[in-house]
């Protein structure tokens, strides 16, 4: 059974940028949460997803964005990037987001912002 | 907004001896999970502990939860190279199963095993 996939791998960009990352859960799983991990800051819930509505946000600003397609796959959209938002980005599916849940992460999306 | 705070930051050691990572919230948790990190990777779930005064074990790893539901540890008996990365603690918080993927993260223990 394939893992989260989470695309692309690694990512420069420059401040005022806008990023789009992408996030397929494993198969069957509906619910996708984002999260941001920081040397600084450590991992900080972003938002959570399940059939394409948001049941869940954390304290980003709003140019943190993100969605949900009808296949469970998600992507998160950051706008305005500032040179704070350098991180990896990780997402984790489970089957509903239920508490006692086993989340399953992705690899990460490493974001450089220049 | 709940915190974990997650001690030591850092442990450096030698093959075999034995280590314990604290994990402590003034607030309730109804579970606390236990991750175990490596470079360039996501966390990877080790156990869940749900149960006030909870002790699980996997194979060298001992997880317990606090009675109070508000602290939990975890301990490492002969330590093996192998062993080296991230421990993570994360928590849902006791806000009745509407937490849906929100877990609190402590800032992690970096755990160095040395032949």
């Known amino acids: 059974k394939a893992g989260v996939t989470q695309t692309p791998r690694y990512l420069i960009k420059t401040r005022g940028q806008q990023v789009t990352l992408s996030c397929s859960p494993i198969?069957?799983?509906?619910?996708v949460s984002w999260y941001q991990q920081t040397p600084g800051q450590g991992l900080q819930f972003l938002f959570e997803?399940?059939?394409?509505?948001?049941?869940n946000k954390g304290n980003f600003p709003g140019r943190f964005s993100g969605r949900q397609f009808s296949n469970s796959r998600s992507e998160m959209n950051v706008s305005t990037l500032e040179l704070g938002d350098s991180a990896l980005y990780l997402c984790a599916s489970s089957f509903f987001g239920g508490e006692n849940e086993k989340l399953f992460f992705g690899s990460g999306t490493q974001l450089s912002v220049l | 907004t709940q915190l974990l705070e997650q001690s030591p930051q850092f442990l450096s050691i030698q093959e075999g001896e034995n280590l314990t990572v604290y994990c402590n919230s003034s607030s309730v948790f109804s579970s606390l999970q236990w991750y175990r990190q490596e470079p360039g990777e996501g966390p990877v779930l080790l156990v869940t502990v749900v149960t006030g005064g909870e002790v699980k074990k996997l194979k060298r790893l001992t997880f317990q939860f606090g009675d109070a539901r508000k602290d939990s540890s975890l301990h490492i008996t002969a330590a093996q190279p192998g062993d080296t990365g991230l421990y993570l603690c994360?928590?849902?918080?006791?806000?009745?199963?509407?937490?849906?993927?929100?877990?609190?993260f402590g800032q992690g223990t970096i755990l160095t095993v040395h032949p």
């Open positions: 198969s069957g799983h509906r619910s």
């Open positions: 994360a928590g849902y918080d006791d806000a009745g199963g509407t937490s849906y993927g929100k877990l609190t």
């Open positions: 997803y399940f059939s394409e509505t948001q049941r």
